[in-house]
């Protein structure tokens, strides 16, 4: 099946700093990718569709300044957490379309301290 | 609003078959999906059923959609203490973006030898 690898896997960074992830699709091209956050004992919740080449759709609730997501390519998105906070710890999971499947990295873990 | 439902909590016997029941509000997705999730990992999709299937078989995984009733079921034959893990169900929505997933809460399904 397809495979998407996310990084890093693990993350521990200082409030305020400003934290990378990454997401790469890395057998088949991507043209929407997604990003999610998952709670403990919680579902995960969209926080935005990428489409490659265009702005970011956020959903209700998630800061766009806070949470920016580039899709620069077919095989690679990217979610910076700007100016991070404790609140913001979580982990957080991309996915790739492939036709009609989503396909999910292995998720990120935040802490910040 | 879309809003996906499951009950939070499995536990069977090595070898006994595990059902694990979803419902869902969105009447127009095409595809529903099984994803399966192992401590501290990402999604691993198992499978999925197109709307207008009823059943999809595969080796022990069986998805059952009555579409009337908008419920979606997994059933595992010959539970292995491999598949204690939380399994989340998903419906896929189209939004603004493009198609995105909305998932339960997931099933806890422990598997007791």
């Known amino acids: 099946g397809a495979v998407v690898s996310q990084h890093p896997s693990w993350v521990i960074c200082k409030s305020g700093t400003s934290v990378k992830i990454e997401c790469r699709s890395l057998?088949?091209?991507?043209?929407?990718m997604f990003w999610y956050r998952q709670f403990p004992k919680k579902s995960l919740m969209l926080m935005a569709t990428?489409?490659?080449?265009?702005?970011?759709?956020?959903e209700q609730g998630v800061e766009k300044d806070k949470f920016l997501i580039n899709h620069a390519s077919l095989t690679l998105s990217t979610l910076t957490v700007t100016s991070a906070h404790p609140e913001d710890s979580s982990f957080y999971i991309c996915?790739?379309?492939?036709?009609?499947?989503?396909?999910f990295g292995p998720g990120t873990r935040l802490l910040v301290l | 609003g879309e809003d996906v439902e499951q009950s939070l909590f499995l536990s069977v016997r090595e070898g006994d078959s595990s059902v694990i029941n979803c419902t869902y509000t969105?009447?127009?997705?095409?595809?529903l999906y099984w994803y399966k999730q192992e401590p501290g990992a990402g999604l691993q999709l198992l499978t999925y059923?197109?709307?207008?299937?009823d059943m999809k078989q595969d080796q022990r995984l069986t998805v059952l959609l009555n579409k009337k009733d908008k419920h979606l079921s997994l059933r595992i034959a010959d539970t292995q203490t491999g598949d204690s893990a939380i399994y989340f169900c998903?419906?896929?929505?189209?939004?603004?973006?493009?198609?995105?997933?909305?998932f339960g809460k997931g099933t806890t399904l422990s598997v007791s030898s």
């Open positions: 998903a419906e896929s929505l189209l939004n603004q973006a493009g198609t995105a997933l909305i």
């Open positions: 990428s489409n490659e080449g265009s702005k970011a759709t956020y």
């Open positions: 996915s790739a379309r492939d036709h009609e499947t989503q396909y």
């Open positions: 057998d088949f091209q991507a043209t929407t």
């Open positions: 059923i197109f709307s207008n299937m």
């Open positions: 969105d009447s127009s997705s095409t595809y």
